[in-house]
C-alpha cells in the first residue's frame, strides 16, 4: 500500500445507474484503506484516450461496463484466461505502463448462480442467453464450466450470436431473436445479459408461455434491482435471481487486484446495496 489515497473507477456509457461506487466504497471503508472508487462516464469514442490517462492521474484500476468490454480487451497489454476466452474485459489494473486486463464476470456469474439457484441449476437442462456481447460471452462460458447441456444464445443481431457459437464451441446453438417457442422449450434456465430493461434502457419485451414453469429466470441488471422480466417471472412462479448477486461476487477479485485486500460477499453489503436502488 501507498503512503497516499488509491483510486479507481468504473467507466461506462451510461454510468449514472451503477450502484458499484457504493459497493467499492462499503470494502474501503470496512478494511480501512485511504482510497476512493468514483464512476466516469466515458463515451465509446473517448474510451481509449481516457484509460490512458487514468494511470498519470493515479488510479489503479477501473471496472469496464457496458459498452466497453470488448473496447478494453482491445487495448489490455496483458490478459487473464477468461479474458481470452470471452474476447471481453470488465477490469483493468495499471501495472507501471502495462495495462492487464481481467474478466471477473464469469467467476461472478457462477458464484451467484450456485449461491442464488444452488450448485446444479446450470446441469438441469437447456439454457437460453439473451445477447451476444461481452457479459454473454461471459456467461456462456460459466455455464458450460457448470455442466449445461445445451446452450441457446438470442441476439438482434444475428451475425454476433452466430460469432458467439463459433468461438465458444461446445452444444452452443443460435436462435433467431423472437423464436421464443423454441428457445424456451423444456429450458430449464433462461439468462438476460443485455441492457434491456436496466433504467434509462428501453423494455425487454419477451413471450414466457414456452418457458417451463420449473425453469429459473436470471437478469444481470440490477438497477432497477427487479426488472420487468424478473417481475413477469415471478408472476408465473419462476425462482429468480436479480444481477446484484454477480456485481458482488465480480468485484471481488477486482477490489483485491486494486488495493491489496480479498474482500467478503456478506448480506450487510446487499442491505446497503438495496438501499442505494431505493429497494
Known amino acids: 500500500m501507498t503512503a ?35 464512476a466516469l462516464p466515458i463515451e465509446p469514442a473517448n474510451f481509449g484516450r481516457c484509460v490512458a490517462a487514468l494511470p498519470l492521474m493515479g488510479f489503479a484500476g477501473a471496472s469496464i461496463t457496458v459498452p466497453h468490454k470488448e473496447a ?8 487473464d484466461d477468461d479474458s481470452r476466452a470471452t474476447g471481453a474485459v470488465n477490469t ?27 450448485a446444479d441449476a446450470a446441469r438441469k ?15 456462456v462460458l460459466a455455464l458450460r464450466r457448470a455442466g449445461s447441456p445445451e446452450i441457446r444464445v438470442l441476439n438482434r443481431t444475428p451475425g454476433r450470436s452466430d460469432a458467439l457459437a463459433r468461438s465458444a464451441g461446445g452444444s452452443i446453438r443460435t436462435v433467431p ?3 421464443w417457442k423454441t428457445a424456451l422449450a423444456d429450458a430449464a434456465l433462461l439468462v438476460n445479459t443485455t441492457s434491456l430493461g436496466m433504467t434509462g434502457k428501453p423494455p425487454l419485451e419477451i413471450a414466457l408461455e414456452s418457458l417451463p414453469r420449473h425453469a429459473a429466470v436470471a437478469d444481470i ?22 444481477g446484484l448477486g454477480m456485481l458482488m461476487h465480480q468485484a471481488v477479485p477486482a477490489f483485491s487486484a486494486w488495493f491489496g485486500v480479498t474482500p467478503k460477499v456478506t448480506p450487510e453489503l446487499r442491505a446497503e446495496l438495496e438501499r442505494a436502488l431505493g429497494g
Open 177 to 179: 431473436w423472437g423464436d
Open 4 to 38: 497516499g489515497p488509491k483510486l479507481a473507477c468504473v467507466m461506462g456509457w451510461p454510468v449514472r445507474q451503477s450502484v458499484s461506487p457504493v459497493l467499492h466504497s462499503h470494502w474501503l471503508k470496512e478494511h480501512g484503506i485511504k482510497g476512493a472508487y468514483i
Open 72 to 79: 478494453a480487451f482491445a487495448l489490455a497489454s496483458s490478459l
Open 125 to 139: 437442462g437447456p439454457a437460453a442467453v439473451l445477447g451476444a456481447g461481452g457479459a454473454a460471452r461471459a456467461i
Open 92 to 118: 483493468l489494473v495499471f501495472q507501471g505502463d502495462a495495462i492487464a486486463g481481467m474478466n471477473t464476470d464469469v467467476r461472478g456469474f457462477a458464484a451467484s448462480l450456485s449461491e442464488t439457484l444452488g
Open 221 to 242: 441488471v440490477y438497477n432497477p434491482l427487479e426488472t420487468g422480466l424478473l417481475c413477469a417471472a415471478k408472476a408465473r412462479g419462476h425462482q429468480t435471481m436479480d
